[in-house]
């Protein structure tokens, strides 16, 4: 009973491709995140959804696009694929953005550029 | 704006040893805290977190950490580890001050080996 999964979980593309990350949650959670890890682990917040509402916009190029169909789900397009957007991507939720509240992490999607 | 410094990027240890690895944050509001563990190619889990109350707080895997309000520090540590705690680790700190703050700061990680 997989909390938080991400779809797929590798993904192998070329530069100019356009790609989309999927995740589900079925914690019940309020609000999703989207986060990357480049190479050497460090984690940067993306984007943040809370009842199907962005509330987290970081400076991403506008190439990335988040979209949240209900509030169990918030899929990643990426337009353009460049070879610096190759990095793991983790999909996160929460019960609440504010407050005392843990974050729980998807497997990841390993993304690479050719 | 919150920053979460994580002094240690790599600390390698023998089994059975103790470990502390060190967390310090710049921001002397109020916080919530949070150390999350980060196996090889997986994604990251909660070990502990710190809300309020007692500043020792203890997790999971025999992890304890305390929080040191004067020092904003949250240090994580275990008096004896095992091969299998060799993982990347995280320290995180969530603002409850007041307004709309959403992000939870992560520092930069600190690879733990465990040798044998």
């Known amino acids: 009973d997989t909390a938080v999964s991400q779809t797929p979980k590798y993904l192998v593309t070329q530069m100019g491709n356009d790609k989309s990350i999927k995740c589900e949650q079925n914690?019940?959670?309020?609000?999703m995140y989207w986060y990357k890890q480049d190479s050497k682990k460090f984690l940067k917040i993306m984007f943040s959804?809370?009842?199907?509402?962005?509330?987290i916009n970081e400076t991403v190029p506008n190439r990335f696009s988040p979209k949240s169909p209900d509030k169990a789900h918030l899929n990643l397009h990426i337009n353009s694929l460049e070879l610096g957007d190759s990095a793991v991507y983790f999909c996160?939720?929460?019960?609440?953005?504010?407050?005392?509240?843990?974050?729980?992490f998807g497997p990841g999607t390993r993304l690479t550029v050719t | 704006a919150q920053s979460v410094t994580q002094l240690d990027s790599q600390v390698p240890v023998f089994e059975e040893a103790p470990v502390e690895l060190r967390c310090n944050y710049s921001?002397?509001?109020?916080?919530?805290l949070f150390w999350y563990v980060q196996y090889p190619n997986q994604g990251l889990q909660l070990l502990l977190k710190?809300?309020?109350?007692?500043?020792l707080v203890k997790g999971i895997n025999g992890f304890e950490a305390e929080f040191n309000k004067s020092q904003t520090s949250f240090h994580l540590r275990k008096p004896s580890v095992h091969i299998s705690d060799t993982a990347e680790y995280f320290c995180?700190?969530?603002?409850?001050?007041?307004?709309?703050?959403?992000?939870?700061?992560f520092g930069k990680g600190t690879l733990l080996t465990v040798n044998p």
């Open positions: 710190y809300l309020s109350g007692s500043t």
């Open positions: 959804y809370n009842n199907k509402e962005l509330i």
């Open positions: 914690l019940g959670h309020d609000t």
């Open positions: 996160a939720s929460s019960q609440s953005p504010q407050g005392p509240y843990e974050q729980y």
């Open positions: 921001s002397s509001v109020s916080v919530y």
């Open positions: 995180a700190v969530r603002d409850y001050s007041g307004g709309s703050n959403y992000k939870l700061t």
